[in-house]
């Protein structure tokens, strides 16, 4: 039942290359910061990343993606991260883009085992009609698209079927966690870990402050430890400034 490694460095040793990975957080805050750089030094490569968007430029998976160690990324948000959309326009990168509450309920409908669900997101555009860019020919052209997916009237509404995701592994970042894997996540940084950790087959979070068990009220758990295979302490993480704006 103890869950805790010594190090991100040994959580992280057996993720082979060509991995699945769900991966928390949304723009700097909740990211699983020190399992993403374990993973770089590790050596993993042709990854598929799932999650809100692919770090920064020098931060989280942003740094995974400078190395070339990601093949494919299913992501909502490319923000302000260049080298994302240099790779993905130079077609180095295949980038599969889905609004955001669908690609958190795909997320949490792969891990409480529903293969598919209508939404009515992205009926009527290329979401659902198929044509999106998932790679680029690197000379201005589409290499490869994105197919038609089913449609269905419900009640008069349309509705597009998405499915659910699973991957091989997944890295959260938590504010407390004890030795049986159960999580608590603090304010934003709650944001997509928790359907991260429920998709991964494997799920490996790090947390700020490991506990015993019994000291997490049950009814603050917001992932319980049955979604949790590992757990490594990391201390205190300091949040930057994604974009700094002040007076001159």
């Avoid at 991966?23 to 750089?37: D, S, T």
């Avoid at 942003?62 to 990601?70: E, F, K, M, Q, T």
């Avoid at 699973?166 to 159960?182: C, E, F, I, M």
């Amino acid at each position: 039942m103890d869950k805790v490694f010594a190090s991100a460095a040994e959580a992280v040793a057996d993720i082979p290359d060509g991995s699945s990975l769900a991966v928390g957080g949304f723009g700097l805050v909740g990211i699983p910061e020190a399992l993403i750089n374990a993973l770089l030094e590790q050596g993993a490569t042709d990854l598929e990343v799932v999650s809100n968007n692919c770090g920064t430029n020098g931060f989280g998976l942003g740094v995974l993606l400078a190395a070339h160690r990601i093949r494919r990324t299913i992501s909502s948000y490319v923000g302000a991260n260049e080298e994302f959309a240099r790779q993905y326009l130079s077609g180095e990168l295949e980038v599969e883009l889905t609004p955001q509450g669908t690609l958190a309920e795909r997320m949490r409908a792969g891990g409480a085992g529903i293969p598919a669900f209508f939404t009515p997101a992205g009926v009527g555009t290329q979401v659902a009609e198929g044509g999106l860019p998932l790679r680029y020919d690197g000379a201005g052209g589409v290499a490869v698209a994105s197919p038609p997916k089913e449609t269905r009237e419900f009640d008069g509404v349309t509705y597009v079927l998405e499915r659910g995701i699973v991957t091989d592994y997944a890295l959260v970042h938590a504010w407390k966690g004890d030795r049986y894997g159960n999580l608590v996540y603090r304010a934003s940084a709650r944001n997509f870990n928790p359907p991260a950790a429920a998709a991964g087959r494997i799920t490996i979070a790090q947390v700020e402050h490991l506990v015993e068990p019994g000291e997490l009220d049950p009814d603050q758990v917001h992932t319980p430890g049955i979604q949790v295979q590992r757990v490594v302490q990391v201390g205190k993480v300091d949040v930057g400034i994604e974009n700094r704006t002040v007076r001159a």
